[in-house]
């Protein structure tokens, strides 16, 4: 039996993607990694500031569903580290480039022989 074909999609809500991307930061703040199934029943008991629920029952999600999220959010994590080494990979390039021209024209050679103002290579 195919599960993909029967499964429904699921869009997250605001609530649960903000609770989500909060747990998410903390995790790659301190540097621990968190446990989708730690988080899915955390998220049960999850209270607000009045002490009343954060999800309804059916809000609820389910571990894989958690981290599946925490997957793509840690992909996208990835891409946008890798985009700025990209940027600056470029900035290095451009900048050698440009110090590498500065010291070739520098270090030109006009005419190897002269003396005085008189160009011996030319008189000969």
């Known amino acids: 039996m ?5 499964q ?3 869009q997250f809500s605001d609530k649960q993607k903000s609770y989500l991307l909060a747990k998410f ?7 621990r990694k968190l446990d989708a199934e730690v988080v899915a ?15 309804q029952s059916s ?3 389910t571990a894989s569903q958690i981290a599946s999220y925490f997957s793509r959010l840690n992909a996208a994590a990835r891409q946008q580290d890798l985009d700025e080494l990209d940027i ?6 451009t900048n ?3 110090a590498r021209d500065v010291a070739a024209t520098a270090s030109q050679i006009q005419h190897p022989i002269t003396y ?7 008189m000969a």
């Open 59 to 61: 809000e609820f999600l």
């Open 41 to 55: 029943r955390e998220m049960r008991r999850a209270r607000g500031a009045d002490c009343q629920r954060l999800f």
């Open 25 to 31: 930061r903390s995790c790659q703040t301190t540097g």
């Open 8 to 10: 429904k999609s699921y």
């Open 116 to 122: 005085d103002q008189f160009d011996l290579c030319w």
């Open 96 to 98: 050698f480039t440009t």
């Open 2 to 6: 195919c599960f993909k074909c029967c």
């Open 88 to 93: 600056q990979a470029s900035e290095e390039e």
